[in-house]
């Protein structure tokens, strides 16, 4: 059982590491590059996804301190539905109106 809960940390641990260098490059792995719009948002929704992960194998290994267990269960699945909600807005086209329907409108954007 241990291996199972180590390799959901490393796991883990790899979201959250995405999740960084999406936030702070805008960079992304190339099977997500064509289907993401908001890149920071993208990576916002890794780190929520991949920081539950962490810390139940955290609670595992008893290297936190325990809490109930109502509070894991309940907190980790808002932090990972939260993270989920999150990567399908990225994948959105943005709200508003662009550039190229102000002009066609007639529009001035400032």
Sequence with gaps: MTWVVGTGAFLGMLAIVLGVVTIRTGWLLPTARRHVTRSEL?????????????????????????????????????????????????????LGRSREQADSAGVRMV
């Design 42 to 94: 993208h990576g916002f929704g890794a780190v929520l996804t991949g920081a539950p992960v962490v810390v139940q194998s955290l609670f595992y290994f008893r290297l936190l301190p325990s809490v109930s267990w109502e509070v894991r269960f309940f907190g980790g699945n808002a932090l990972l539905l939260a993270g989920l909600i999150l990567m399908i807005l990225s994948q959105l086209p943005p």
